[in-house]
């Protein structure tokens, strides 16, 4: 995000989907890396980007999948993440860059998450096979 505000960033990013929603992991929270993820997502065109208000996923690692501690990590999950999640419409991109939270969202509320990377890599790929086309020219061309 650095780059771009210094206008050195120069990607061809195309449009892939009319909203996210985007999970912050809690590395990011605490580090106040996630606002930085929140406008990289705002750089891809036509993309509305709406932040889930929640607390940590509930996985923590491998703490969800603990027997003694799983009953905890859903009920964690179920304050507003997979709430959030199912009310998401299917062509609505779910964004969450931890790896215990893309498992967390995927086993409890069935979708697939996508890294923030992911999206970016998307949004590339389609500048690349829809290119703007060039203008027409004003007068014609002779060979």
Known sequence: MREAEAGRLQLPLGPVAGKAVVHGHCHQKSFGAF???EQVLRLVPDLDVETIESSCCGMAGAFGYGADTYQTSIEMAELSLLPAVR?????????????????????????????????LAMSLDSARSNPTPLPLAKEPIHG
């Open 35 to 37: 606002k930085p993820v």
């Open 87 to 119: 009310r998401a419409d299917d062509a609505t991109l779910i964004v969450a860059d931890g790896t215990s939270c893309r498992h967390q969202i995927k086993d409890g509320a069935g979708r697939a998450a996508l890294h923030v990377a992911r999206v």
